[in-house]
Nanobody, 120 residues
Framework: QVQLVESGGGSVPVGGSLTLSCAAS????????MAWFRQPLGKEREFVAR????????EYADSVKGRFTISGNNAKTTMYLQMNNLKPDDTAVYYC?????????????WGQGTQVTVSS
């Protein structure tokens, strides 16, 4: 199993910046991809950004391209989401996700989420 704990959420004004962290523990050596999702109040959870540990480059949702940057360490124990030029539409609970591949099976794990509020 993989355990994920997000931190770094908070309230920021429009145009501000925030960095989210995701601490991973457990069988992280089997993790092949980590990602950030978000869920605005009353809406579906949506993809924000992902990074693969298989050589592929990072991927971003169109709504955050150029403003958000995903990064992490090679040990797969920490992942970050640097968020710049924040907008009210970025307000949501942000979740860290990890895809583990082991014994020809893939399993997705989620953190508990951290709230980001962007106020105008």
């Amino acid at each position: 199993q993989v355990q994920l704990v997000e931190s770094g959420g908070g309230s920021v004004p429009v145009g501000g910046s925030l960095t989210l962290s995701c601490a991973a523990s457990g069988r992280t050596f089997s993790v092949v991809m980590m990602a950030w999702f978000r869920q605005p109040l009353g809406k579906e959870r949506e993809f924000v950004a992902r990074t693969w540990y298989t050589g592929n480059g990072p991927e971003y949702a169109d709504s955050v391209k150029g403003r958000f940057t995903i990064s992490g360490n090679n040990a797969k124990t920490t992942m970050y989401l640097q968020m710049n030029n924040l907008k009210p539409d970025d307000t949501a609970v942000y979740y860290c996700s990890a895809l583990m591949y082991e014994d020809n099976e893939s399993t997705n794990y989620w953190g508990q989420g951290t709230q980001v509020t962007v106020s105008s």
